[in-house]
């Protein structure tokens, strides 16, 4: 298995700018997790989806962001419009049922 | 109270010593718990899973106290490849398989 996939690897863009990030999360994985990892905040739980349907979307920061789940093997983080305190880590995880979650290699976004 | 708390360390130790950290958390109702390793400017790694009855993996052992709210893990004959930041990890309670993480640990092993 490929483990989970993000793209873009890295993403540099300038503020007001709408970004938006994949993830495949491994096949079989029955819940989805966004991330975002600052130095100053950590490890921070944006989204998370199981079955294709969010779940708990209370770290989501504000309206600028968005995230959907249309099938199985494919969800997507919007940020419209970008502002320079967006930028940080953004990681993609997936796990089945209680199990721990794999986390993709993550989208380092810099928004200038 | 934050759900899940560990100290930030960092903890600096020799080749070859046993490290031990301590996480505690909030949710008496907290189902699953993990440690997670984090190496800098990559993505965290799931590291062992955490059992009522203890669990071994090579040098590394996890454990759980219920009672107390506690997770820890020992890390034995520590190496120079074990430096990294270890994250605890708690799926919280009822029909919620979220996953919240502490801030992590710093380990650093000296030559």
């Known amino acids: 298995d490929a483990g989970v996939i993000q793209s873009p690897r890295h993403e540099v863009t300038e503020m007001g700018q709408e970004v938006t990030l994949r993830c495949k999360p491994i096949?079989?994985?029955?819940?989805l997790f966004w991330y975002r990892q600052t130095m100053m905040r950590g490890l921070e739980l944006l989204i998370y989806f199981n079955n294709n349907v969010p779940i708990d979307d209370s770290g989501m920061p504000e309206d600028r962001f968005s995230a959907k789940m249309p099938n199985a093997s494919f969800s997507t983080l919007k940020i419209q419009p970008s502002e320079p305190r967006d930028s940080a880590v953004y990681f993609c995880a997936s796990s089945f049922q209680n199990g721990g979650a794999y986390f993709g290699p993550g989208t380092r976004l810099t928004v200038t | 109270r934050k759900e899940v708390e560990q100290d930030p360390g960092p903890f600096n130790v020799p080749e070859g010593a046993t490290v031990a950290f301590n996480c505690t958390y909030s949710?008496?109702?907290?189902?699953?718990f993990f440690w997670y390793r984090q190496d800098c400017r990559k993505e965290p790694k799931l590291l062992m899973s955490v059992y009522s009855s203890g669990n071994e993996d090579g040098r590394f052992t996890a454990q759980l106290n219920r009672a107390s709210q506690y997770i820890s893990l020992l890390i034995r004959d520590s190496k120079l490849s074990d430096s990294a930041t270890y994250l605890c990890?708690?799926?919280?309670?009822?029909?919620?398989?979220?996953?919240?993480f502490g801030t992590g640990t710093l380990l650093a092993v000296q030559p």
């Open positions: 096949s079989g994985h029955n819940s």
């Open positions: 990890v708690v799926i919280a309670g009822g029909a919620t398989n979220k996953l919240i």
């Open positions: 949710n008496s109702a907290s189902q699953s």
